[in-house]
């Protein structure tokens, strides 16, 4: 689903220690809901800045629900998972690929393509390593890992 950014209204409110978002559609000509994925508190903020994740993209706005940044950060297709890493990236699985994008600027600096499609989901990071999971219908799946290598490249 396609919404334009200017049709999005985001509104933050802070409880500690959570901290909640609701994504209003001005408009209600758009049919089924809004996917998020993710937000982000962005490093050296002082928790004023976050990068939210939903669809197939990311605004940065501050803590008032303003954008503070022209930059749209947009996924090559849908992920199906988003995390924020240690190295100040963002990585998000989508079925054919997953995709290394900066926190900051949200540039693409790597991608993996599959062999084959298939769901795949963030789990945890340890150190240099990225575990994740495929999803299976029936209950199976397999977890794999990924090894961040100097400037974060890939390493399967």
């Known amino acids: 689903m396609l919404i334009p950014r200017q049709r999005i209204k985001i509104a933050l409110r802070l409880w500690m220690p959570v901290l909640m978002l609701r994504i209003v559609v001005a408009h209600t000509l758009i049919q089924g809901s809004i ?9 050296n903020s002082a ?7 939903y669809e ?3 605004v940065y706005i501050d803590t008032y629900g ?5 930059t749209v950060l947009q996924w090559g297709e849908m992920p199906a998972s988003v995390a924020y890493l240690q190295s100040n990236q963002v990585m998000g699985w989508g079925e054919k690929a997953i995709e290394l994008r900066s926190a900051n600027t949200g540039n693409l600096e790597g991608v993996f393509m599959h ?3 298939q769901k795949l989901k963030f789990l945890c990071e340890r150190n240099d390593k990225v575990f ?11 977890i794999y890992f990924m090894t961040l290598g100097q400037n974060s490249l890939f390493n399967w």
């Open 132 to 142: 994740f999971a495929s999803v299976q219908s029936g209950g199976s799946s397999q």
């Open 115 to 117: 062999k084959k499609a």
């Open 35 to 43: 996917r998020p994925h993710a937000i982000i508190i962005l490093p």
């Open 56 to 58: 197939d993209e990311g």
């Open 66 to 70: 303003r954008i503070t940044k022209d």
């Open 47 to 53: 928790g004023t800045e976050v990068l939210v994740c």
